[in-house]
């Protein structure tokens, strides 16, 4: 009895420590917010926006508007593709929940590091086992980052003056980007099927931290080799259905597609042209890799700055701004909040769910 309270206080400590750096990342994601806008507007006017605005076609306005919705489907389409073929049936309703509540915290938390473990979180609520949410969320990180790298590639190979046309920053924070991402690649492929590299790095790397920090190595040791088992077991089900990557890339490829094309629909609202969804996308592409990994919340302020600078190539002085911010409100504003309500939508059910069980056990243990 005393090892279950003392399990549940610690896991509320943990619960509590969580709520409050998700709630830090939410306050410094709003500050951002309102200093982006501030800076944006000191030379320009609301007036002089509703004047270019007014203008637009509204009909691929709206085009653009659905793409955040099919960039949460794609998403759940390839989890619901791993878990079934894991063994799990899951619902697309389901899946699309867990892959909003990982774009949600992923846009509100540096480095979208906080997606993944809220997601895991909701599906071991909904009784999909531990073990294969991590296979499920650990494929998809690894897809969802070969296909940016792919194109990535591509960016670099055929629409390079794009990029280093862009000032010094962009090309800097792109090839950082690259760096990061081939990393976090490695590794994640590392976790499916070398598993024993895996660990012998982060032995050394963890030994080698500790002679600065000064803590007792083994239990440090013990949770890494804790996690290195879960993803051990993820990566022998996963390496059993080898075909299985394949459709996981082409459902990634999808998604990113999709919402990379959303500045190509804005783009032809201001009745333009000259510049096809490729070149639209690449831009889109370069940008992404760029702030993908820096510590700000939703890359905000970094991924506007970048986007202006871009935009000086492809549209006239006038509609630059314009045109950012309609491809900005309509790619990320507009995927957080949608994000924000299925994940408001699942707590409440989530946690009338577990109310209902936990007063189904109270009653069977008065019986």
Known sequence: ME????????????????????????????????????LLFREYTFKELRDVLKNVNMKYILVAMTMPLFYILFQSLSTKTILKTLGEKTSLLHNAEYNAIDMYFSAITPSSTGGQPMALYYMVKDDVPSTKSIAALLLNTAAFKVILLGLGVFALIFEAGLLFGSGIALPILFFIGILINVIIVLICLGGIYHINMIRKCGYGILKFINKFRKKDINIILEKFELKLSEYEQCGKFIQAHKKLFIKVLFWNLCQRVSFFSISFFIYKSFGLSGVGIIQQIVIQVMISISVDSLPIPGGVLITETLMLRAYEQIYIEELILPAMLLTRLTGYYLLLIITTTIFIIKHIKTTIKGNRRNKAKENLQEN
Do not use: A, D, G, P
């Open 3 to 38: 090892n279950n309270n003392h399990e549940l206080n610690v896991k509320q400590k943990i619960r509590s420590k969580n709520n409050k750096k998700y709630i830090l990342s939410f306050s410094i994601l709003i500050v951002m917010i309102v200093l982006t806008f501030y």
